[in-house]
């Protein structure tokens, strides 16, 4: 089965300052890997995925992710903070049986301050 | 195009009593999802729909029913509620593309539940 593993369930930044939210996962086969953010009272959105395209992803407002198989790493970065980023992040995979179900990460809240 | 809409937002019940969360998408996508979203646990698949008239459990079924009513709705039912049970409710969709793990689920805003 997959899994995810997002390391620290809140992560807290300057405006400005680079952001790094951690996930590694477990998988058999290749993994299908997505980062979505939760705004505060919100649904979930998309940042970006991985389909096995490329190794470097680049997603929406900034943020980008590289898929390292040799660490099972799929690490959410952005190289300078805004306080709009503050939200919850939330790394997942796609399991491989069968109706597309996705198992995701426990979440890291990103504080961001002046 | 207003994406994939849940109602009630929130809603507070008393322990036994039933209630229906209701979830509709107007992208016309095949799959459909319930979500309960639970402090430091995560997303947890309950229930979904991978097409009309299909249902299938996900890793926290007990206690729930689902009906997918057409392709547009998909309806998550409490029958007896209990306080374990209060949560953050997520309904998502996506739609099947010519490969099956590119698909992305698209989410609505949540329904909050508060069983007493």
């Known amino acids: 089965a997959q899994s995810v593993t997002q390391l620290g369930s809140h992560v807290s930044v300057s405006e400005g300052a680079l952001v790094l939210l951690r996930c590694n996962y477990s998988?058999?086969?290749?993994?299908?890997l997505f980062w979505y953010v939760q705004y505060p009272n919100q649904g979930l959105q998309l940042l970006l995925k991985?389909?096995?395209?490329?190794?470097l992803v680049k997603g929406i407002n900034g943020f980008e992710a590289e898929f390292k198989k040799s660490e099972t790493s799929f690490h959410l970065t952005k190289p300078s903070a805004h306080m709009s980023d503050a939200a919850e992040y939330f790394c997942?995979?796609?399991?491989?049986?069968?109706?597309?179900?996705?198992?995701f990460g426990t979440g890291t809240q990103l504080k961001v301050e002046l | 195009n207003a994406g994939v809409t849940q109602t009630p937002k929130f809603q507070v019940l008393k322990t036994g009593q039933s209630m229906t969360l209701q979830c509709a998408q107007d992208m016309n996508h095949n799959s459909m999802y319930w979500y309960r979203q639970d402090p430091g646990m995560g997303l947890r698949l309950i229930y979904y729909?991978?097409?009309?008239?299909?249902?299938d459990k996900g890793e926290v079924p007990n206690g729930y029913n689902v009906s997918r009513l057409n392709k547009r709705e998909f309806s998550l039912r409490l029958e007896s509620a209990a306080p374990s049970q209060t949560s953050v409710y997520f309904c998502?969709?996506?739609?099947?593309?010519?490969?099956?793990?590119?698909?992305?689920?698209?989410f609505g805003p949540g329904t909050r539940l508060l069983v007493l």
């Open positions: 997942a995979v796609r399991n491989t049986g069968g109706g597309n179900k996705l198992t």
């Open positions: 998988s058999s086969v290749p993994p299908y």
């Open positions: 729909s991978a097409s009309e008239g299909t249902t």
């Open positions: 998502a969709s996506s739609d099947r593309q010519f490969r099956v793990m590119r698909e992305t689920q698209y």
């Open positions: 991985y389909t096995s395209a490329a190794t």
